[in-house]
């Protein structure tokens, strides 16, 4: 199953750069490979809606999420509709936006999850994560791994979006 993994999110905004640091520490680890593409977005969304055209079975979203829940809480969403991620406060929605162009050229994979991370500060100039949300790295690769069918173990609050 070709899949897609897509870091959102700026380094310069703190917490907000979770979903990069989780590409990056993807890459570290050999994540990618010959059906699983790793692709840092950063804040250009756009971007994955024309690498969504290249045909992806699977698609799964790495960004900060704002969900009412201690910083450094994991959540893993399977996405239903796009509607639904525009109820899901991503800081700016850049995912929300890249989604919906990429269904309106018909390019969005059959399958798409949501792996966010609760920010403590997204506002302020700040050049690295916070201590709870550097924390909660690793484990966002792990749930990633198991999403992609590999054995980790898991700790994330799960649903459906």
Same mark, same amino acid.
């Given at each position: 199953?070709? *899949? ?31 059906? !699983?593409?790793?692709?840092? !977005?950063? *804040? ?8 969504? %055209? ?9 960004? $900060?999420? *704002? ?5 450094? +809480?994991?959540?893993?969403?399977? &996405?239903?509709? &796009?509607? $639904? ?8 929605? &850049?995912? +929300?936006?890249?989604? +919906?162009?990429?269904?309106? %050229? ?15 500060? !997204?506002?302020? %100039?700040?050049?690295? %994560? ?25 700790? $994330?609050? +799960?649903?459906? *979006?």
């Amino acid at each position: 199953m070709r *899949t897609l993994v897509a870091g959102f999110g700026n380094v310069l905004r703190g917490d907000d750069g979770f979903g990069v640091e989780v590409i990056r520490r993807c890459g570290e680890m050999g994540l990618a490979g010959d059906e !699983v593409e790793l692709m840092d !977005v950063g *804040t250009g969304g756009l971007r994955l809606a024309q690498e969504l %055209l290249t045909g992806y079975d699977r698609l799964i979203v790495v960004d $900060a999420m *704002t969900r009412g829940g201690d910083p450094g +809480s994991l959540y893993v969403l399977e &996405v239903e509709s &796009v509607a $639904a991620i525009t109820e899901i406060d991503m800081h700016l929605a &850049v995912p +929300s936006r890249a989604l +919906s162009v990429a269904k309106a %050229l018909g390019a969005l994979p059959r399958q798409v999850f949501m792996v966010g991370c609760e920010p403590a500060e !997204v506002d302020e %100039l700040i050049f690295e %994560l916070s201590e709870p949300v550097r924390g909660a790295v690793d484990a966002a690769v792990r749930q990633i791994h198991h999403l992609l069918g590999a054995p980790a173990a898991c700790g $994330a609050t +799960s649903g459906h *979006t």
